[in-house]
């Protein structure tokens, strides 16, 4: 909220909105809720709850629940910190959260919970797995407390996909837009994303830079990598301190393979705050960069140990896994990243690319799947479908992904390849040349002649085709451009 108020122009003095009522219970708890205050701000959160016992005033009742929670958070992870890895961590629970239900539950049916309580309440729920409840309570406390980030937040994560985000009632609040942005972009509707992005810039938010960095994601998202590197770097220019989003930003010089930038990013950040989540993740960057996967899975580790619900580390572990070839511990970091968010396509992607290592393609099938359904209209999840269709001998299915892949957009420039070979598998030689056709042209028309071994394979087939139906002139054409190539 802070952020989005600077990012406007200074309200006058005699616009400013008034303080908030302070009540006769306000008063009366005032010096424990100051003592209790300081304990909780040092983490004493046992501390923090003993003083403020028997307060009446609703910010006292719900700094006394909020520090019974944090309290059994920390002793959760005390727990596990030493005695587990963070792969295992997931396996320990609050052990207060019972409690804090039952004495909330009370509460809430007597209507006596405030925005704040309300919040710390579906937070409970949440943790407990009580899911239909919890997404219930969140927007009782955004009807509460519209102004409440943390309690969108907390709800977007329950939002699975579009028909329940339409079917939420919610506050019309400007606020509400914010909202509705973030969940499209999580929900992969990236251009209805920017839309409303743009909107908020119009309507007087044109210096914010949470418009900017989401923005920047969400060009992220649909591998838009440039464009998305631009509005980071314009990004670090305007908040030049900056951490959040950054572990995005290593993402992107990851995949450009920068390792000059990536080293100073990880260097600036370790300067500014070397404790914070995203530094370790872009630090983990850098080393996998760099081939060195232990020290990469290492600082994801210790992200995980600061934040067990980062999401992007998990995920990133699962990766460095993976290139260790230690399938087992890459299935379970995946699989506890899809706990923390099922929308998580890298994650099914990834399951999915562990299974095929373990050569059981129906398992394969069912994660690419869930991928594709998250990512419709990426080639990636649609080639690695087809490449699990043929492996079950689906052929039709197959060639029905490699098409649509083709269709949408080929990233890696495969499924027309993949189709083409397919069809000569079955003798279906005049599919088979067409696709090959379709697949020099496209290589050729963008300027990059990507695999030589395979365009030369493409030249060959095409070159016998055209022989055996007695076009000589395009067979000898294809013969002379087979040439180019040693392998042929």
Known sequence: ASELAFALDPLPKDELPPSPPFTEDDAQDLDALTLAKSYFDLKEYDRAAYFLKGCCSQKAYFLYMYSRYLSGEKKKDDETVDSLGPLEKGQVRNEALRELRVELSKKHIAGELDGFTLYLYGVVLRKLDLLKEAVEVFVEAIHVLPLHWGAWLELSNLVTNIEMLKSLSLPDCWIKDFFVAHMYTELQMIKEALQKYQNLIEAGFSKSTYIISQIAVAYHNIRDIDQALTLFNELREQDPYRIDNMDTFSNLLYVKSMKPELSYLAHNLVEIDKYRVETCCVIGNYYSLRSQHEKAALYFQRALKLNP????????????YMEMKNTSAAIQAYRHAIEVNKRDYRAWYG??????????????????RKAHQLRPNDSRMLVALGESYEKLSQQVEAKKCYWRAYSVGDVEKMALL?????????????DAARCY???IQDIFSCGEQLEHAEVSTALRYLGQYYFKNKLYDEASLCAQRCCDYNDV
């Open 437 to 439: 056709m379709l697949y």
């Open 418 to 430: 993949k189709l083409a070979k397919l069809h000569e598998q079955l003798n279906e030689s005049d």
């Open 309 to 320: 619900r980062c999401l992007g580390a998990w995920t990133l572990m699962g990766h460095e």
């Open 351 to 368: 399951l999915g690319q562990t299974y095929e290592i373990l050569k059981m393609p129906f398992y394969c099938l069912y994660y690419y």
